[in-house]
């Protein structure tokens, strides 16, 4: 992917202009402004039937689209996926089959969070 793609991951604010400030003027990928410092992106693994097993991601920010992180998986993983909105956790991304190193990998590359911030789960 280019860094043209990856800044797209991050959505647009439509009044920034208004309001003075956006989630895209806070810096390129891998700056300080697109990183979270409190709260940890959970990735765990659960089985399914059988072998199959679903990975889940929970934690991302909402200056993320979740959508287009999803569609980037997608392409990155060769995997299908979906957003699923939990009444607890809020947007959860679902990916197919064991995924966890490959998504902790691909959150650190561009830049959304560092390895303090990622809690890998699963047996």
Known sequence: MTDQNIINLRSA??????TGSSALDSGA????GGQ???NLIHIRIQQRSGKKTLTTVQGIGE??????????FKKKF???????????YGEVIQLQGD??????????????????QLKVHGF
């Not at 604010?13 to 208004?18: K, S």
């Not at 060769?78 to 607890?88: I, L, R, S």
């Not at 490959?102 to 650190?108: A, D, G, H, W, Y």
């Open 13 to 18: 604010d439509p009044f920034a202009d208004v």
């Open 29 to 32: 990928p891998g700056g300080a």
């Open 36 to 38: 979270r410092s409190s």
């Open 63 to 72: 200056e993320f689209d979740k959508k287009r992180l999803l569609r980037a």
């Open 78 to 88: 060769a995997c299908n996926g979906t957003v699923v909105e939990h009444q607890e």
């Open 99 to 116: 995924q966890r190193t490959n998504v902790s990998q691909f959150l650190k590359e561009i830049g959304i969070c560092q390895t303090e």
